[in-house]
C-alpha cells in the first residue's frame, strides 16, 4: 500500500469519527429542541452556542477532508494511469516487431503525444 492510500485509509477513519461525532451533536440538539417545544424548558443558552459552534465546526473539517479525498482519488488514479501506460509500452515493446513498434512511437512523436 502506497503513501497515498494510507492517507485516504486515514482520512476515511477520520471523516467516520466526525459522523459518528455530528450524529451525537444532532442528537443532543433534538433533544434539546423537543424539550424545549413540549416543556418550554430551553437550554441553557451557553451551552446551545457551544454544540451549534462544536457541530458546524465538525461539518466544516469534514468538507476539507472530502475535499481532500477528492484530491488522493485523483492522484490514485493518474497513478495507476501512468502505471498502466508504463506497462502497455514495456509489452508492446516485447510483443511488436521492432519496425512495427517504431512506426507507432514515430507517430505519436508527429501527432505530438511524446
Known sequence: ??????????????????????????GQIAEAQAEASANNNYSDPIWWRKVNEAAKFKGRSRQQLQRR???????????KGKAY????????????????YQEIRDTMEERGAI
Do not use: W, Y
Open 69 to 79: 479525498l477528492g484530491e488522493i482519488n485523483s492522484q490514485i488514479k493518474e497513478e
Open 85 to 100: 501506460e508504463r506497462s502497455f509500452v514495456a509489452i508492446a515493446r516485447e510483443i511488436l516487431p521492432e519496425e512495427q
Open 1 to 26: 500500500m502506497n503513501s497515498l492510500e494510507k492517507e485516504k485509509r486515514r482520512i476515511q477513519h477520520k471523516m467516520d469519527d466526525l459522523d459518528l461525532q455530528l450524529i451525537t451533536i444532532r
